[in-house]
């Protein structure tokens, strides 16, 4: 076998390889002395065993170097343990939306402890992790070898752990895409896979971006504005709690750009902890449902009547009785009399009097502008949910 930067996965985990057996060559001179075998010997051994195991690391440095001077950046970073490698994501103001963090995994490996210290740890992790089965602890201190007891430790738990100095625990580091936030702009943001690849949101969207932002070190900004975000996501909740409703969406757009500064989704759930919530949970109301524009139409026929000179600033129009069309029934929920120009049909948001505009105007005019408005299809968003 080649052994290189990809063997040992990354210098740091090439530093945990040699601690380990340097831990295990000391735990071996422990069980020599107590079984009578003689010290000088056991001491040859050992630091043979030890310079050995320090030129191998030397090699594996060289190696290393070597790797980093003649590789490209994407094979460097699959060497060093930067697959799946992400650049932060930040809103427009530089507030910090999404970034990589190192959780860890903790084990525990019986045969690296003398029958005195293993009691003692197993009563250590009791104590640390109170949450721990004894039934688990007991199976993972009588079997012979690694057992995996926490996984998704934070990096704060872990440094606490190892200022005990507990023998024959260990840890690996696994990379993970943390939300500071929690369920603020989580629609918006998105969420990955478990292998670094965007799976919903701008996560998704900026893929390419994010994935290319991690050699320049350069995070991702998008349009969100997190005080507009946290405004909309605040008065969201509240009408939803209010009336409520099974699910709600609300978007706030710059209506001269289209960026768009907010777009939140009810009910809500934490990007941390997707898995808590069931999938209606993180239905994205604005990216995924499709609504009919309502009372927007009523702005566009108007103008189509305008624009094709069918209905004017003098026009009047009959709404005094609701208006029949085929099987369907067109009512005013507020008329407030039996005539309305086109200023009131505009004011008082007329279902008859609108109607009646684009009858006017006629089926050809109204389905060539709406389909120049693009109203036939789906909008063309960059969340590709």
């Known amino acids: 076998m080649k052994v290189g930067a990809s063997f040992f996965g990354s210098t740091q985990s090439g530093f945990q390889w040699v601690a380990d057996r340097v831990w295990k060559v000391e735990h071996a001179f422990e069980r020599a002395n107590a079984a009578g075998a003689k010290a000088r010997s056991a001491r040859t051994r050992i630091f ?71 009691t003692f740890v197993r009563d250590a992790l009791q104590r640390i992790f109170p949450a721990l089965a004894s039934d688990v602890l007991d199976k993972a201190f009588k079997f012979r070898g ?40 989580a629609f918006y943001i998105g969420m990955t896979k478990k292998a670094g690849e965007g799976m919903s949101g701008a996560e998704k969207a900026f893929q390419t971006d ?23 996501e605040n008065e969201l909740r509240a009408m939803a709690v209010d009336t409520q409703s099974a699910g709600a969406t609300g978007i706030v757009t710059n209506v001269r750009t289209g960026e768009v500064l907010a ?12 898995g808590s919530y069931a999938e209606t949970f993180k239905r994205n109301h604005a990216a995924v449902d499709r609504y009919e524009v ?21 026009s009047v129009y009959d709404v005094s009785q609701p208006l029949v069309i085929g099987t369907r029934k067109i009512h005013d929920m507020h008329s407030k009399q039996p005539l309305y120009s086109l200023e009131d049909v505009f004011i008082q948001s007329s279902n008859i009097g609108t109607s009646r505009v684009a009858i006017n105007a006629g ?16 909008a063309d968003i960059e969340l590709p949910e």
């Not at 702005?299 to 000179?309: F, M, N, R």
Request: negative net charge; hydrophobic residues 50%; charged residues 15%.
């Open 146 to 185: 690694r057992t995996l007891l926490v996984n998704m430790m934070a990096a704060a738990d872990r440094d606490r752990i190892l200022n005990y100095g507990l023998p024959g625990v260990t840890f690996e580091a696994q990379r993970v895409r943390a939300y500071p936030l929690g369920t603020t702009g």
């Open 263 to 274: 777009m939140a989704s009810w009910p809500e759930f934490d990007l941390n902890r997707p």
């Open 48 to 118: 043979a065993i030890m310079l050995g195991m320090s030129a191998a690391y030397v090699g594996l440095m060289v190696f290393a170097g070597k790797a980093s001077l003649f590789n490209s950046p994407s094979q460097i970073a699959a060497m060093t343990g930067q697959a799946g490698a992400r650049a932060q994501i930040v809103d427009r103001n530089g507030e910090l939306l999404a970034t990589d963090v190192n959780d860890y995994d903790l084990f525990v490996d019986p045969t690296d402890m003398t029958a005195a210290d293993r």
């Open 210 to 232: 994010i994935v290319n932002g991690v050699a320049t070190n350069q995070p991702v900004q998008v349009a969100m504005d997190l005080r507009v975000q946290g405004a909309l």
């Open 363 to 378: 089926l050809e005019a109204v389905t060539r502008y709406y389909d120049a408005l693009g109203l036939f299809h789906a």
């Open 294 to 314: 309502g009372s927007i139409f009523k702005v566009v026929s108007l103008a189509i009547g305008l624009d094709t000179g069918t209905a004017s600033l003098s």
